[in-house]
Nanobody, 120 residues
Framework: VQLQASGGGLVQAGDSLRLSCAASGGTFSSYGMGWFRQAPGKEREFVASISTGGGITDYADSVKGRFTISRDNVKAMVYLQMNSLKPEDTAVYYC??????????????WGQGTQVTVSS
């Protein structure tokens, strides 16, 4: 599975941003999809995931109520709508996938990252 993330940028605190991830080369609808992020000097951390059919979602406590993950199995796309952004959301965001993602927040496939910078 190849994953291509896009949509990052520089925004101000309180703004919104939507990340997109295009999947190819595999059976997109067979795997949970998710987003992770890595801030400078920190380990990569889980942000959100969504089940194969889109009916189950999981969020890190730090983004609950502000971020929304969604997917379009016809277009093989997954999205992360980020609202009320904070400077601490600044990180490189990675699209990810895998058969156990919904169970243990661990991904088997990774895309390249897209930078999100939130200024105060």
């Amino acid at each position: 599975v190849q994953l291509q993330a896009s949509g990052g940028g520089l925004v101000q605190a309180g703004d919104s941003l939507r990340l997109s991830c295009a999947a190819s080369g595999g059976t997109f609808s067979s795997y949970g999809m998710g987003w992770f992020r890595q801030a400078p000097g920190k380990e990569r951390e889980f942000v959100a995931s969504i089940s194969t059919g889109g009916g189950i979602t999981d969020y890190a406590d730090s983004v609950k109520g502000r971020f929304t993950i969604s997917r379009d199995n016809v277009k093989a796309m997954v999205y992360l709508q980020m609202n009320s952004l904070k400077p601490e959301d600044t990180a490189v965001y990675y699209c990810a996938s895998g058969p156990t993602l919904m169970y243990n927040r661990r991904a088997a496939y990774w895309g390249q990252g897209t930078q999100v910078t939130v200024s105060s």
